[in-house]
């Protein structure tokens, strides 16, 4: 379906200027090699800044790879990057090209700029703005909207004019759960209609347990892992997560907790550890008795997720994958 | 491209946790939601894939130039009822108010002929070149221009769109100011048809301009800038009577494409116009039009792709 191979981006050094720090050159994909199957839901995980949008804009034909290759149902969109447009439908993270327009002018222009007929663009409008739950909202301008509800108005223009495959950037960002529910019953349509690919970019973790059938792990622009979300996750199947909230701070006073501090990612009160079952039994133990216990605040004890993949493959920023 | 061992465990499910003691609602939420499991479709792969090797897959539809140009005006026209028509108001009362002070100065004959046209034409530079540029300047800063890029569009159609919508919105501005100039000076109404001739090329020539500058300009700041430079430079150049500018500056109302929409445009007022000179002045706002709609286009293209 999509074969990405060897694919380089380098963005060259900045001179700094007054005010604006120079930036010495960023290597914001390097050397990706990806295959995407039809009919699947591909993920890009990856924190802030792991070159997640840079990887998409190269797959989508809105920039240029220094180095490598793209082919999409075979056809090569590094040299004719006009023809991804033709091929698949993309839901960036802007919206301001549509911001002014009413829902229902959105989604209607969109489809005509995909090339339907007018009488056929309108009927899809409809048949998607219903099947979001969108028609309510049909009249009111994309401005007026709130997050979530402009960007599921974005998805609905995304999805008039049927394309195989479709390329979404952080769908669900600001969405509640009612929208993205509406998202993702709609994605799986298309999927059992039309063996709809779908590659999606987002950097929350489940999200991307609970959607993805396989999932590439970005950081630095690298892929460091591919797999299932299930077979990546056995990669640190030995590993159990234990995160403690303290009331105020760490009792280091407990010899066994000053004995955990060199061992935790420490993030304001909160703890996190990852070890082995026993260790982690035995951790549990301590804090739930004894001293420990009256600085304790909360504890979780959980099996490991894919942030806990990322951080085992050597993934370098602490912060930027979220759970919600 | 291994079929992984691991792909029957269902969607989801292995999300679970432990044992936990805080209660985090969301990550129930996301759990039900893949009706379709992954080896639902896994079955039908492969024959897909073996069918692609066979070539490529069929293209989707373009779409052609005119049906994807009526439809960005169509949604640029849109536009104006959310967020432009205080603009157009400015826009008017800015014009009527330059011929009201000028009506001080200015004492009837060919000042007064150039100071209602250089009004007139000045919502036009208003609307089509300094709002033209600030809306591609944000667009293209915003990453809006993306929408476009990724539907299979002509470049021309998007750029004439917009610039034609631009345009438009300038008809109700310039109606009013011409009307209300002829009455303050007294000037004969007779030709003001001539305005449908002039709006859409005068029209053409500012709006690709703006398009041109909102487009190349590196920052949305300078196309702003840009934006106000020309509009100031309309009306400096277009307003003020020629006679009485320096040399320098009568050369730089030549070069300036807003100076032929209002010279035919004050031509009209005349007992006899010479139509010859008219036509003239309005070819060249055509040309220019031509030229820089050509220039926003070629600049759209790359900004699409960077």
Request: hydrophobic letters at 50%; proline letters at 6%.
């Amino acid at each position: 379906m999509c074969v990405v191979r060897a694919l380089t981006k380098t963005y060259p050094a900045q001179r700094g200027r007054r005010g604006v720090p120079a930036t010495p050159e960023v290597r914001a994909t390097d050397d990706v090699t990806l295959d995407i199957r039809r009919g699947e839901i591909f993920g890009l995980l990856g924190p802030n800044g792991a070159g997640k949008s840079t990887l998409v804009r190269q797959l989508t034909g809105l920039m240029r790879p220094d180095a490598g290759r793209v082919e999409i149902l075979g056809h090569d969109i590094v040299r004719h990057p006009e023809r991804a447009a033709r091929i698949l439908a993309y839901l960036g993270q802007e919206s301001s090209a549509l911001d002014e327009l009413t829902v229902s002018l959105a989604a209607e222009t969109t489809g005509r700029l995909r090339g339907l007929e007018v009488r056929q663009a309108r009927a899809e409008r409809d048949a998607v703005l219903e099947e979001l739950g969108l028609t309510g909202l049909a009249g009111r301008p994309l401005k007026k909207l709130s997050g979530g509800q402009r960007r599921l108005a974005c998805f609905a223009a995304a999805l008039v004019g049927e394309r195989p495959l479709l390329v979404l950037d952080e769908p669900t960002t600001g969405m509640d759960p009612v929208a993205r529910r509406a998202v993702w019953s709609a994605v799986d349509r298309r999927r059992a209609e039309h063996g709809t690919t779908v590659l999606l970019v987002t950097h929350n973790v489940i999200e991307a347990e609970t959607v993805l059938d396989r999932v590439a792990v970005l950081d630095r622009g690298r892929v460091i892992a591919c797999d299932t979300p299930s077979g990546l996750k056995e990669k640190v199947a030995g590993e159990v997560r234990v995160e403690l909230v303290w009331r105020e701070s760490a009792p280091l006073n407990v010899p066994e907790v000053a004995a955990l501090r060199d061992r935790v990612v420490e993030s304001g009160r909160r703890w996190t550890l990852r070890l082995a079952p026993e260790e982690a039994r035995a951790v549990v133990a301590t804090v739930t008795g004894g001293a420990a216990f009256a600085a304790l605040d909360d504890f979780t004890l959980a099996t490991p997720s894919l942030e806990d993949v990322y951080l085992a493959l050597g993934g370098a920023v602490r912060q930027g994958l979220v759970r919600a | 491209m291994s079929t992984p061992a691991a792909a029957s465990v269902p969607v989801g499910a292995s999300a679970s946790a432990g044992a936990t003691a805080s209660n985090d609602p969301s990550e129930g939420e996301l759990r039900d939601v893949s009706v379709v499991s992954a080896d639902a479709l896994r079955g039908t792969a492969p024959a897909a894939e073996g069918r692609h090797a066979a070539g490529p897959a069929e293209l989707g539809p373009r779409a052609r130039l005119w049906p994807s140009l009526v439809a960005v005006y169509r949604a640029q026209l849109s536009r104006a009822r959310v967020a432009r028509i205080p603009l157009l108001f400015v826009a008017t009362f800015q014009s009527v108010g330059i011929m009201i002070l000028m009506r001080g100065v200015v004492d009837g004959g060919g000042e007064a002929r150039a100071v209602v046209a250089g009004s007139a034409v000045l919502v036009v530079a208003f609307v089509a070149l300094n709002l033209l540029a600030q809306y591609f300047g944000q667009l293209r800063a915003s990453g809006g221009l993306d929408h476009y890029a990724t539907l299979p569009v002509p470049p021309a159609a998007v750029v004439l769109g917009a610039a034609g919508a631009y345009a438009s919105f300038t008809v109700p501005g310039t109606v009013v100011t011409a009307v209300f100039g002829c009455l303050l000076f007294g000037l004969p109404m007779t030709h003001l048809w001539v305005l449908v001739a002039v709006i859409p090329l005068a029209g053409a020539a500012l709006a690709g301009l703006g398009a041109a500058l909102g487009l190349l300009a590196p920052r949305p700041e300078f196309a702003t800038l840009l934006g106000q430079l020309g509009m100031s430079a309309a009306l400096l150049l277009g307003v003020l009577p020629p006679e009485r500018l320096p040399q320098v500056v009568r050369l730089a109302r030549d070069l300036l494409p807003s100076t032929y929409g209002v010279e035919a445009f004050a031509r009209t007022f005349g007992e006899r116009p010479d139509w010859g000179f008219v036509l003239g002045d309005l070819a060249v706002c055509a040309a220019v039009g031509v030229i820089s709609l050509a220039v926003a286009t070629w600049a759209y293209r790359r900004a699409a792709v960077r």
